[in-house]
C-alpha cells in the first residue's frame, strides 16, 4: 500500500528491507485505527442525537461528572446545552471539524516522532530528514495552517503544498476540514511514498543543464547498456525513466516501473536515463528525434495526454 523507494541506496538487506515494511505497516494502522474511530463516531451520530433529545424533554443539561461510592454526583466536570451539542455534532459540525484537524495532526506527529526516525535507524542514517516524503511535507503546511490559522501559515499551504490544496479543494479562509476531505487524506495516506536521500546511486549522477538541448547530448553519450540520472530527479516524485533502444524508439515510464527495469536489462544495447518530469522526458526525446512511447503499465504516462 506504501512504497519506499531506496534512491541512492547501493544495497538493502532483507532483514532492514523486512524492518522497514513492519514500520510502515505500523504507521499504515495506526492512521488507519484514527481514521475508524472518525468514521465511526461520525456514523453514530443520530444515536447521539436521540439521547441527547431524550435529556432536552427533561430540560437537562448534558454534563460530566465525578461519582461518589454513594452514586451521588461529587463533581461536575463540564456542563453544556443539549441544543448546543446537537448543533455540533450535526454533518459539518463543530465535532466533525474538530476530529478532522486531530486527524491530521495526530497522523503527522506519528510520522514526525516516530516512523521517520524509524526508518533511518534501520538504514543506518545519521539525520531522520534523509528520509522524505512529498505527502507528509504537504501535511506539515496543512496541519500548521490548521493548528496556527494565520496568514503566513496558510500563504505557506496554498503555495508550496504540491498536491493538497488541489485534492482537498480547499480555499484561502478559515481552514475547516470535512469528513469527505478526512476519507481523501487516507486514500493518499494508504498509497504514501518515502524517499531515501540519495547517498550514492548504482549508475551515477550527470552534472549538467537542464537545457532539454543539453540533456539529449548526454542521453547520447551514455554508454550501450548504462544508465544515467540526473541530480535533480533523485528526489522528484514526478520524476521520469527514459528507456532508449539502440534504434529509433525511447519508451518514458514512471521511474520506479518494473517494465523499465526489465526493458533496459533485456534490450540489447539499451541505454537508461533518469530525468525530473514526464515533459522534460518528452523534450529531450524531441531533441533526438526519436519516436515517442509511453509504458501501457505506468499510470503516470498512461494518463498524461501526449503533445
Not at 481514521?35 to 444515536?47: N, T, Y
Not at 454533518?91 to 474538530?98: A, D, H, Q, S
Not at 485534492?167 to 476540514?177: D, F, K, V
Amino acid at each position: 500500500m506504501k512504497t519506499l523507494r531506496y534512491v541512492g541506496l547501493s544495497k538493502i538487506t532483507e532483514v532492514a528491507g523486512n524492518d522497514i515494511e513492519n514500520v510502515l505497516n505500523q504507521f499504515s494502522a495506526d492512521c488507519q485505527r484514527m481514521f475508524i474511530w472518525f468514521a465511526g463516531i461520525l456514523g453514530s451520530r443520530e444515536a447521539i442525537k436521540h439521547h441527547l433529545d431524550q435529556l432536552a424533554e427533561h430540560g437537562k443539561p448534558l454534563s460530566v461528572n465525578t461519582y461518589r461510592p454513594n452514586c451521588k454526583v461529587d463533581s461536575v466536570l463540564a456542563s453544556l446545552p443539549v441544543e448546543d451539542i446537537v448543533e455540533a455534532v450535526e454533518k459539518g459540525g463543530e465535532f466533525e471539524m474538530l476530529y478532522a484537524k486531530a486527524f491530521v495532526v495526530f497522523t503527522f506527529q506519528i510520522w514526525e516522532e516516530v516512523t521517520r526516525g524509524k526508518i533511518a535507524t534501520i538504514l543506518n542514517l545519521d539525520d531522520p530528514k534523509h528520509v522524505k516524503s512529498d505527502l507528509m511535507g504537504d501535511w506539515l503546511l496543512l496541519r500548521n495552517w490548521l493548528v496556527h490559522q494565520n496568514e503566513s501559515a496558510e500563504s505557506e499551504f496554498l503555495n508550496k503544498s504540491k498536491t493538497l490544496p488541489q485534492l482537498l479543494g480547499i480555499q484561502p479562509g478559515e481552514p475547516n476540514l470535512t469528513a469527505g476531505m478526512v476519507a481523501v487524506l487516507m486514500k493518499q495516506l494508504n498509497r504514501m511514498q518515502v524517499d531515501v536521500s540519495p547517498l550514492g546511486l548504482d549508475f551515477p549522477f550527470e552534472l549538467t543543464s537542464a537545457n532539454p538541448a543539453s540533456l539529449a547530448k548526454v542521453a547520447d553519450s551514455i554508454e550501450p547498456n548504462t544508465g544515467l540520472a540526473l541530480p535533480t530527479a533523485a528526489m522528484a516524485s514526478s520524476s521520469a525513466c527514459i528507456v532508449f533502444d539502440d534504434g529509433p524508439n525511447a519508451t518514458i515510464h514512471e521511474r520506479d516501473c518494473e517494465q523499465a527495469a526489465e526493458q533496459f536489462q533485456n534490450t540489447e544495447g539499451s541505454k537508461q536515463m533518469i530525468v525530473p518530469s514526464i515533459q522534460q522526458a518528452r523534450e529531450v526525446i524531441a531533441h533526438m528525434d526519436k519516436q515517442e512511447t509511453l509504458c501501457e503499465y505506468c499510470i503516470l504516462a498512461a494518463h498524461t495526454p501526449q503533445n
